[in-house]
Nanobody, 122 residues
Framework: QVELVESGGGLVQAGGSLRLSCGASGSVFAWSRMGWYRQTPGKERELVASITPGSSTNYGDSVKGRFTVSRDNANHRVTLQMNSLKPEDTAVYYC????????????????WGQGTQVTVSS
């Protein structure tokens, strides 16, 4: 069984930075693809970034150049560094494990974290 736990959300002013972290239990992390998603009320979950086991990355258009995803396979952790935050980045952010990539898009796997709230004030 895999458990994902996110941390690092909070309230920040526009232009600021936050660093989200997702820790994974279980031995599958090192060879699993990972993704970060976000969701606001009434909207579908949006892919923010994804990362392969070899640390190849992809980003949603709205965060390119501002967000950076990285992973530490030894410590079973994936991190999302968010810079130059905007009010429209406000959402609950979720990490996902075990998806796949097709045509540079990431399709989520079965494992989700509980989510962490990010609020960006204007």
């Amino acid at each position: 069984q895999v458990e994902l736990v996110e941390s690092g959300g909070g309230l920040v002013q526009a232009g600021g930075s936050l660093r989200l972290s997702c820790g994974a239990s279980g031995s599958v992390f090192a060879w699993s693809r990972m993704g970060w998603y976000r969701q606001t009320p009434g909207k579908e979950r949006e892919l923010v970034a994804s990362i392969t086991p070899g640390s190849s990355t992809n980003y949603g258009d709205s965060v390119k150049g501002r967000f950076t995803v990285s992973r530490d396979n030894a410590n079973h952790r994936v991190t999302l560094q968010m810079n130059s935050l905007k009010p429209e980045d406000t959402a609950v952010y979720y990490c996902n494990l075990g998806g796949y990539h097709r045509s540079s898009s990431y399709y989520p796997g079965s494992y989700w974290g509980q989510g962490t709230q990010v609020t960006v004030s204007s």
